[in-house]
């Protein structure tokens, strides 16, 4: 019966202890909510996250009251956890009582992952571990340094292909001018795709790509130099005439009859005169024949 009173009083003991602890600590853990922009861990989580992490690689720690040294494994002990609690146990602001043990490093991993690198195709994104409190002499140490990151790949999905196409030049005209009569001179282009368009994801939410306003191959026509054409002169000489005098010498003269009078037109976008008509053909005639005294 005495037995089991003796571990009812040794139980709530052991509670009691553990709250003025945990209530000791407790503000050293309330900066971690607000550290900085990024989302950590809450005092709860760090708290498990140091009761189960490794203590580091290749430290050694003196049990307390013991001269033996022991590697640390990665797994702690009810001892080592309560040793870890109670070693925590700081003075207060503002009090001038000693520390009761060792300062442990106190550190937590972002809660959220940074920014992808990539929007789609495959990037990396980062978590950051922050150390809050170094450790102290003889203080466990954290299980990373500060500002160490580990890395998981994003947004895996393909990006999604904008179709790429373009217009040919515009072909030669296959007329200089508009005659007048028929149909205006015509010019063409074709449409040619270079990539189809693919539809993807972006942040890995579905994204339609952009399509191109024409199909490979289509083909414009367009009306081209409709500008009228220049006029040429027309016509013909009509011979010469009978000589102005029939002795001593004269003249006579041969007629360009023109049938088509020349006008200004263009030529390939460009302005242009008719060909002119030519000029009348004078020439002597009855030279050698002397008139009588």
Same mark, same amino acid.
């Given at each position: 019966m005495y037995f089991v009173l003796l571990i009812i009083i040794l139980f709530l003991l052991f509670l009691w202890?553990? %709250?003025?602890?945990?209530?000791?600590?407790?503000?050293?853990?309330?900066?971690?909510?607000?550290?900085?922009?990024?989302?950590?861990?809450?005092?709860?989580?760090?708290? &498990?996250? /140091?009761?189960? %992490?490794?203590?580091?690689?290749? +430290?050694?720690? &003196?049990?307390?009251?013991?001269?033996?040294? /022991?590697? @640390?494994?990665?797994?702690?002990?009810?001892?080592? *956890?309560?040793?870890? =609690? =109670?070693?925590?146990? %700081?003075?207060?602001?503002?009090?001038?009582?000693?520390?009761?043990? @060792?300062?442990?490093? *106190?550190?937590?991993?972002?809660?959220?992952?940074? +920014?992808?690198?990539?929007?789609?195709?495959?990037?990396? /994104? %980062?978590?950051?571990?922050?150390?809050?409190?170094?450790?102290? @002499?003889?203080?466990? @140490?954290?299980?990373?340094?500060?500002?160490?990151?580990?890395? +998981?790949?994003?947004?895996?999905? &393909?990006?999604? *292909?904008?179709?790429?196409?373009?217009?040919?030049?515009?072909?030669?005209?296959?007329?200089?001018?508009?005659s007048g009569t028929g149909n205006y001179g015509k010019t063409k282009r074709t449409y040619s795709i270079k990539t189809e368009a693919k539809d993807g994801y972006i942040n890995n939410i579905f994204t339609k790509a952009i399509r191109c306003d024409h199909q490979d191959g289509d083909i414009e026509n367009e009306s081209c130099n409709t500008e009228p054409c220049a006029v040429d002169c027309e016509g013909n000489y009509k011979g010469f005439g009978a000589c102005s005098n029939w002795c001593d010498g004269g003249v006579q003269q041969n007629t360009f009859q023109i049938t088509k009078y020349p006008k200004s037109g263009w030529f390939d976008g460009v302005a242009v005169k008719g060909k002119e008509c030519p000029k009348n053909i004078i020439q002597d005639c009855n030279t050698t024949a002397v008139c009588p005294k």
């Open positions: 202890k553990t %709250k003025e602890t945990y209530e000791n600590i407790s503000p050293n853990y309330s900066k971690v909510d607000n550290y900085n922009e990024f989302k950590y861990d809450s005092p709860s989580t760090v708290l &498990e996250e /140091q009761s189960w %992490k490794p203590v580091g690689s290749g +430290q050694r720690r &003196e049990k307390e009251n013991s001269v033996d040294v /022991q590697e @640390p494994t990665n797994n702690l002990s009810l001892e080592d *956890i309560k040793s870890y =609690f =109670f070693s925590l146990k %700081k003075e207060n602001v503002g009090s001038n009582t000693n520390k009761s043990g @060792p300062t442990h490093c *106190i550190g937590v991993w972002d809660k959220e992952w940074s +920014q992808c690198s990539e929007q789609c195709g495959g990037g990396i /994104q %980062k978590k950051f571990y922050r150390v809050l409190q170094k450790a102290g @002499p003889d203080g466990i @140490p954290c299980s990373y340094e500060d500002g160490d990151s580990i890395d +998981q790949k994003c947004n895996l999905l &393909e990006c999604p *292909i904008n179709c790429d196409g373009s217009w040919s030049k515009w072909s030669k005209c296959d007329q200089n001018c508009y």
